[in-house]
C-alpha cells in the first residue's frame, strides 16, 4: 500500500506540532510495510524530493502566503502525478490551498483528513472559506478528530459525526535521544534543581502572556524553550513587569529539550485559545514523567493532562488560578511526583506512536476495501 501525505509544511524543513504527527506516522506506517509520500510547499532552493526516516519527502516551491495560507502554482501538477500512485490521500488541516488543490487535481482515491483544529482566527477570511471548507469536509471518506474532547466540542467535526473516528496522536520515546550527563550537568549548574519548564513555537494562542503574569511575586523559574512571531513581545513583558524568573533559551537541539524535559519539575503550558487542539509538547511531559499544569478549553489538552490525576487543570486567561497552580505544585512535592507517574501511565496506555499507527493503518486498509468494493 501507498499513502500520500498533503499539508503546507513538513519535516526537516519545519518542525511544529503536525509536521511531527505526519513523521511519526510516515515512519511508523513504514515499518509495517506501508510505503509512504509526503508533499509539502517550501520557499527554500532544496531537492525537491529527499528520503527522510524511510520515506519520501517532496517539496513544490512555496509562490505565495496569505494569512498563514501557502500558494503554489506548480504543487497542482506534483499533487497529481503523486496521488496517481497512492492507494490513500491523507490530508492534514486547515489548510484551504488544499482543498482548492483537492477539487482541481479530481482526486477519484480513498481519502482521509486529520482534523488537527478548528480556524479561529482569521474570523474574515473564515466567511469566505467556509462553503469551499464544507464542501472539501463532505467529500472526503473519513475525518479523524485527535481527541474526544475536541469532537465533542468542536461544531465543524459535529456536522460530519457519521465519519469521524478518534485516533489520539502518539509519540515515539524510541526516537528521541538519550538525555546525555553533560548536558544534565551543564542546565542543573544553570537553572537549578528545581523549575517549571514550557516547550513549544511561541505564538499568539499558547497563553505565555498569562504565564508572565501568573509567574509575578513567585520566583519559581521558569524556562520557556522555543521561538517564533511574538518572542519579541514577551521578553518586552517580562522586562517591563520586571521578572527575574524566567528563562527564554530559545530553540534548542533535541538532546537540550530532552535533557530539560528529564531535569524540570513540572511541565506548565498556558494555551488559552482552541488553536491548541492538542498539545504535543505537554505530551512530551507526560512522556517525561512530570506533572502538568494546563487550562480547560475543551481540546485534547484535558485528554493527555486529567484534572487532579496527572496534573491541575485551570481555567483559560486566568494568571491567578495558574499561579495558584504552579504554587500548590510546587509545595506538594509528592503530590507533584506522583501525577508524575500517572502521566507516564497515562501515555504508555494511550499516547505511543505504535497504537496511533497501527490505527491508520488500519483505517487506510477499511477505505481500500471500501473503494475496492464501490467500484467492482
Same mark, same amino acid.
Request: glycine letters at 6%; one cysteine or more.
Given at each position: 500500500?501507498?499513502?500520500?501525505?498533503?499539508?503546507?509544511?513538513?519535516?526537516?524543513?519545519?518542525?511544529?506540532?503536525?509536521?511531527?504527527?505526519?513523521?511519526?506516522?510516515?515512519?511508523?506506517?513504514?515499518?509495517?510495510?506501508?510505503?509512504?509520500?509526503?508533499?509539502? /510547499?517550501?520557499?527554500?532552493?532544496?531537492?525537491?524530493?529527499?528520503?527522510?526516516?524511510?520515506?519520501?519527502?517532496?517539496?513544490?516551491?512555496? +509562490?505565495?502566503?496569505?494569512?498563514?495560507?501557502?500558494?503554489?502554482?506548480?504543487?497542482?501538477?506534483?499533487?497529481?502525478?503523486?496521488?496517481?500512485?497512492?492507494?490513500?490521500?491523507?490530508?492534514?488541516?486547515?489548510?484551504?490551498?488544499?482543498?482548492?488543490?483537492?477539487?482541481?487535481?479530481?482526486?477519484?482515491?480513498?481519502?482521509?483528513?486529520?482534523?488537527?483544529?478548528?480556524?479561529?482566527?482569521?474570523?474574515?477570511?473564515?466567511? /469566505?472559506?467556509?462553503?469551499?471548507?464544507?464542501?472539501?469536509?463532505?467529500?472526503? +471518506? *473519513?475525518?479523524?478528530?485527535?481527541?474526544?474532547?475536541?469532537?465533542?466540542?468542536?461544531?465543524? /467535526?459535529?456536522?460530519?459525526?457519521?465519519?469521524?473516528?478518534?485516533?489520539?496522536?502518539?509519540?515515539?520515546?524510541?526516537? @528521541?535521544?538519550?538525555?546525555?550527563?553533560?548536558?544534565?550537568?551543564?542546565?542543573?549548574?544553570?537553572?537549578?534543581?528545581?523549575?517549571?519548564?514550557?516547550?513549544?513555537?511561541?505564538?499568539?494562542?499558547?497563553?505565555?502572556?498569562?504565564?508572565?503574569?501568573?509567574?509575578?511575586?513567585?520566583?519559581?523559574?521558569?524556562?520557556?524553550?522555543?521561538?517564533?512571531?511574538?518572542?519579541?513581545? /514577551?521578553?518586552?513583558?517580562?522586562?517591563?513587569?520586571?521578572?527575574?524568573?524566567?528563562?527564554?533559551?530559545?530553540?534548542?537541539?533535541?538532546?537540550?529539550?530532552?535533557?530539560?524535559?528529564?531535569?524540570?519539575?513540572?511541565?506548565?503550558?498556558?494555551?488559552?485559545?482552541?488553536?491548541?487542539?492538542?498539545?504535543?509538547?505537554?505530551?512530551?511531559?507526560?512522556?517525561?514523567?512530570?506533572?502538568?499544569?494546563?487550562?480547560?478549553?475543551?481540546?485534547?489538552?484535558?485528554?493527555?493532562?486529567?484534572?487532579?490525576?496527572?496534573?491541575?487543570?485551570?481555567?483559560?486567561? +486566568?494568571?491567578?488560578?495558574?499561579?495558584?497552580?504552579?504554587?500548590?505544585?510546587?509545595?506538594?512535592?509528592?503530590?507533584?511526583?506522583?501525577?508524575?507517574?500517572?502521566?507516564?501511565?497515562?501515555?504508555?496506555?494511550?499516547?505511543?506512536?505504535?497504537?496511533?499507527?497501527?490505527? @491508520?493503518? +488500519?483505517?487506510?486498509?477499511?477505505?481500500?476495501?471500501?473503494?475496492?468494493?464501490?467500484? *467492482?
Amino acid at each position: 500500500m501507498r499513502v500520500l501525505h498533503f499539508f503546507k509544511t513538513s519535516f526537516p524543513d519545519t518542525m511544529g506540532g503536525v509536521e511531527q504527527v505526519i513523521n511519526q506516522i510516515a515512519r511508523g506506517a513504514n515499518k509495517l510495510g506501508v510505503k509512504t509520500d509526503v508533499l509539502s /510547499l517550501t520557499p527554500d532552493r532544496v531537492p525537491r524530493t529527499i528520503e527522510i526516516d524511510g520515506y519520501l519527502a517532496h517539496r513544490a516551491r512555496l +509562490d505565495l502566503q496569505i494569512a498563514s495560507t501557502g500558494f503554489s502554482f506548480s504543487a497542482f501538477l506534483r499533487f497529481a502525478q503523486l496521488a496517481k500512485q497512492a492507494d490513500v490521500i491523507h490530508y492534514h488541516f486547515p489548510w484551504p490551498f488544499m482543498d482548492v488543490v483537492h477539487f482541481a487535481t479530481r482526486v477519484k482515491k480513498p481519502t482521509v483528513v486529520t482534523y488537527h483544529s478548528d480556524i479561529i482566527r482569521q474570523e474574515h477570511l473564515l466567511k /469566505l472559506y467556509r462553503p469551499l471548507k464544507r464542501k472539501f469536509l463532505a467529500s472526503v +471518506d *473519513r475525518i479523524v478528530a485527535t481527541s474526544p474532547n475536541y469532537l465533542a466540542t468542536s461544531d465543524v /467535526l459535529g456536522m460530519f459525526s457519521d465519519k469521524v473516528s478518534v485516533i489520539p496522536i502518539g509519540l515515539d520515546k524510541a526516537t @528521541y535521544p538519550q538525555a546525555m550527563p553533560d548536558r544534565l550537568q551543564y542546565w542543573r549548574e544553570r537553572l537549578g534543581p528545581k523549575f517549571f519548564l514550557f516547550v513549544g513555537v511561541i505564538r499568539y494562542y499558547k497563553g505565555l502572556h498569562i504565564l508572565l503574569e501568573a509567574a509575578q511575586g513567585t520566583g519559581y523559574p521558569i524556562v520557556i524553550v522555543g521561538a517564533g512571531p511574538i518572542e519579541q513581545e /514577551l521578553k518586552s513583558q517580562a522586562a517591563r513587569l520586571g521578572l527575574r524568573n524566567i528563562h527564554f533559551l530559545g530553540q534548542l537541539p533535541d538532546e537540550d529539550k530532552v535533557a530539560l524535559l528529564t531535569l524540570c519539575y513540572g511541565v506548565v503550558f498556558p494555551s488559552h485559545l482552541r488553536s491548541e487542539a492538542f498539545g504535543i509538547s505537554l505530551l512530551e511531559g507526560a512522556m517525561y514523567k512530570k506533572p502538568m499544569i494546563s487550562s480547560e478549553i475543551g481540546t485534547g489538552t484535558t485528554y493527555i493532562n486529567v484534572a487532579d490525576e496527572t496534573g491541575l487543570v485551570v481555567p483559560p486567561s +486566568d494568571p491567578v488560578a495558574l499561579r495558584q497552580a504552579m504554587r500548590y505544585l510546587w509545595e506538594h512535592p509528592e503530590e507533584a511526583a506522583e501525577m508524575g507517574r500517572r502521566a507516564e501511565q497515562r501515555y504508555w496506555e494511550h499516547f505511543t506512536a505504535e497504537q496511533m499507527v497501527q490505527s @491508520y493503518v +488500519d483505517l487506510y486498509e477499511e477505505l481500500v476495501r471500501q473503494h475496492h468494493d464501490r467500484s *467492482r
